[in-house]
């Protein structure tokens, strides 16, 4: 999961980004509007979402975000700002964030909210149908199957599975798996998802002689493209 935090006070930039890291995000930092605006741009790098200070220098958060919007970037927008009038929070919301954070915020909740974005975009593309060589994963219909082979997959194992595959070729953290497929709720310990993926594998690959997804040890799992 990508996300651009663009935020001018470097302090709470730093640890905003140290604490994304820490929670399995891929964050890119940027200090001024006019960098979050060309960094966002549709022919840039994919972000899942877009975590964007209200007051930066340049070119204003809010402002930054309408721009994106009438370029029709649908990316998610989180706004931070120190403005906690109904009036502000509408400002945000009508310029096309679609959640606001006032400041001084709790990580966890900010954490929470990020997470809450990134299932709701994902949550549109459910009925996409992604495909891995002859790997068919129905998102709306919730289905998979191998060439004409149907596949039956647990609800936790389909998810897993799509997560990796909308993931094609990027390693895919054990704690993203935990908070996407378990909503945190289960220890990073635990070995619930070593499990899940011994079964996963059981059914996609092994009757059909393939080796689909791989274990990068210390890092998650990576789902391969057909080679």
């Known amino acids: 999961m990508r996300v651009l935090v663009a935020e001018d006070d470097v302090r709470l930039a730093a640890l905003l980004e140290q604490s994304l890291t820490e929670a399995g995000w891929e964050v890119e930092v940027v200090h001024d509007g006019r960098s979050a605006y060309a960094r966002a741009l549709p022919d840039g790098l994919p972000y899942d ?3 964007l200070d209200w007051m930066l ?7 930054v975000c309408r721009r994106l919007r009438d370029l029709g970037v649908t990316t998610p927008v989180l706004m931070l700002t120190a403005r906690g009038e109904v009036r502000d929070r509408i400002s945000g ?3 096309g964030a679609d959640d606001y954070l006032a400041k001084p915020f709790d990580l966890d909740e900010l954490l929470a909210r990020l997470r809450a974005l990134h299932r709701r975009a994902s949550y549109d593309d459910d009925h996409d149908v992604v495909e891995v060589g002859d790997l068919v994963i129905d998102g709306g219909a919730r289905t998979v199957r191998r060439g ?7 609800t936790r194992e389909f998810d897993i599975l799509r997560l990796l595959a909308v993931n094609l070729g990027k390693v895919v953290s054990r704690y993203t798996i ?5 909503d945190g709720e289960t220890d990073l310990r635990s070995n619930v998802i070593d499990v899940h ?3 996963i594998r ?4 092994k009757p059909f002689g393939t080796s689909s997804i791989t274990t990068v040890r210390g890092a998650g799992y990576r ?3 057909p080679s």
Do not use: F, H, N
């Open 197 to 199: 993926l011994a079964t």
């Open 202 to 205: 059981s059914k996609i690959d």
């Open 57 to 63: 220098p340049g070119v204003e958060g809010l402002t």
């Open 93 to 95: 919301l009508d310029a």
């Open 178 to 182: 935990l908070d996407e497929v378990w």
């Open 223 to 225: 789902m391969e493209p």
């Open 148 to 154: 004409t082979v149907a596949i039956d997959l647990s």
């Open 49 to 51: 979402v877009l975590l």
